[in-house]
């Protein structure tokens, strides 16, 4: 194990160079007394509290240079900014959904099961089409917000983890809501009142816009869950 000549500490970073006096690392201990008499008593004092920081992670340069920047007031509020907003657009998008949801024109019950099928889509595709630029803009400000945290934000890594893989999540379900709307629509099967068919516009252009939401919630759910380490399983 290497030793400083100087400071007589033992260095365990795998470094050439002592990360405290910035001196060229020996393969032999020096006693303390000669460490100390070489750089004087006040200044071993400072290096030994030098390297009980370094050693709790306080110090992270090892060449003795000055210690890189520390993030300003406006990088650590970027991130929880980008959160507020993404969280409130995502709230206000919801209660208008639910709002929706309740406020369909009432059209009876399904004569036939493929009746009920073709209206579930035309519902579901109501709810995701009115709601697509606020979903998209404020799950991307969500998550911009946790991918740019810089861990003053989140001070438990694991709590930013679990952050990242719920949001993935839910963009995962989404996405796979638009399919899903998307594919009912286009059954061949039941039949579309005049009701039900002006709850979105021609198909021609519906399900395009459902498809496109869908493949961008899945590109986001899959950058969520790869930054949480969430990866899927290979095949042996």
């Known amino acids: 194990m290497p030793y ?35 750089s004087g008593p ?15 992670g306080d110090v992270t340069h090892q060449t003795g240079g000055p210690s890189p920047p520390r993030p300003g007031a406006g990088e650590t509020a970027l991130p929880a900014l980008f959160l507020v907003f993404g969280c409130g657009i995502l709230l206000v998008t919801l209660i208008e959904a639910v709002n929706n949801a309740f406020g369909f024109p009432g059209l009876g019950g399904a004569a036939t099961a493929a009746d009920a099928v073709k209206r579930v889509g035309y519902y579901l595709g109501n709810l995701l089409y009115i709601s697509s630029v606020r ?13 740019l945290e810089n861990g003053r934000l989140f001070a438990d890594r694991a709590f930013s983890r679990v952050a990242r893989r719920v949001t993935g999540f839910a963009m995962g379900a989404v996405a796979a809501l638009c399919f ?23 198909l021609g252009a519906a399900v395009p816009i459902l498809l496109v939401m869908g493949a961008a919630f899945s590109g986001g759910a899959w950058m969520m869950l790869s930054s949480a380490g969430v990866r899927p399983a290979r095949k042996a």
Request: aromatic share 2%; charged share 20%.
């Open 180 to 202: 899903v709307a998307s594919l009912l629509l286009l059954l061949p099967v039941g039949t579309g009142t005049l009701v039900l068919t002006n709850l979105l516009p021609p």
């Open 4 to 38: 400083c000549p100087r400071c007589g500490r033992e260095q365990r970073c795998g470094c050439p160079n002592c990360h405290i006096c910035g001196v060229e690392l020996t393969e032999q201990p020096v006693p303390p007394a000669a460490a100390q008499r070489r």
């Open 135 to 147: 979903g998209m803009i404020g799950f991307a400000l969500l998550g911009a917000g946790l991918l």
């Open 42 to 56: 006040k200044q071993a004092r400072l290096r030994e509290a030098d390297g009980e920081r370094a050693e709790r």
